[in-house]
């Protein structure tokens, strides 16, 4: 299966500040998945992007699907204490293999 | 319907024993899948069924591990014999089609 690559690994932010993940694959994906884990539960589907170059908002939170097809990008704006988690994302060519994820903490 | 339901929610076993993990996928999804997730090694695919076959087992780690889907509403994943190295939390997730996947609870197993 693909391999997908995520950076960072952590992020610390103040409350308010913005926050960006990356996901990039080593293959060309059908289509990418981000999901979002709360710390102690279970992964969450947030969005699926699947055309070249698309961009999909949701409020504070916009995602972006490269034009090859082998990248993507979470960027959240203003962030909020209950933006705190971990993200992922998930290269879907049937098979559905994560990113290492990106740990997000907001301090208040 | 209840979502992806996994059992047990938390097991301790004692090296040497067998476990088996438990799901019960969404009713109408055909594919499913098993994971496992730990602090050093991330989310870890270890295999995943579509339509009840087993397409990709790559992900298992070793001859210790084996699951089964006999029908399309229940899947197993055991672990014979179990090793401390084998504590992580495993999660099942079912979807349908190429859509989004729904994660069960997670059962947390702890090998001592």
């Known amino acids: 299966g693909q391999q997908v690559m995520q950076i960072p690994q952590y992020q610390h932010v103040q409350e308010g500040e913005d926050f960006t993940t990356y996901c990039n694959s080593s293959?060309?994906?059908?289509?990418i998945q981000w999901y979002k884990q709360r710390p102690g539960g279970h992964p969450v589907f947030l969005i699926q992007?699947?055309?070249?170059?698309e961009v999909k908002k949701q409020k504070r939170l916009t995602f972006q699907f490269g034009e090859a097809k082998k990248n993507s990008s979470l960027h959240i704006t203003a962030t909020q204490t209950t933006d705190v988690g971990t993200y992922f994302c998930?290269?879907?060519?049937?098979?559905?293999?994560f990113g290492a994820g990106t740990r997000l903490t907001v301090k208040p | 319907d209840a979502g992806v339901i996994q059992s047990p929610r938390h097991e301790v076993t004692e090296m040497g024993q067998e476990v088996t993990l438990r799901c019960k996928p969404i009713?109408?999804?055909?594919?499913l899948f098993w994971y496992r997730q730990t602090m050093m090694r991330g989310l870890e695919l270890l295999i995943y069924?579509?339509?009840?076959?087993?397409?990709?087992d790559s992900g298992m780690p070793e001859d210790r591990f084996s699951a089964k889907m006999p029908n399309a509403s229940f899947s197993t994943l055991k672990i014979q014999p179990s090793e401390p190295r084998d504590s992580a939390v495993y999660f099942c997730?079912?979807?349908?089609?190429?859509?989004?996947?729904?994660f069960g609870q997670g059962t947390r197993l702890t090998v001592v």
């Open positions: 009713s109408g999804h055909d594919y």
């Open positions: 069924f579509n339509n009840n076959v087993p397409i990709d």
């Open positions: 997730a079912s979807r349908a089609g190429n859509t989004e996947a729904f």
């Open positions: 992007l699947v055309k070249s170059g």
């Open positions: 293959t060309t994906l059908s289509n």
């Open positions: 998930a290269g879907n060519n049937n098979d559905m293999r």
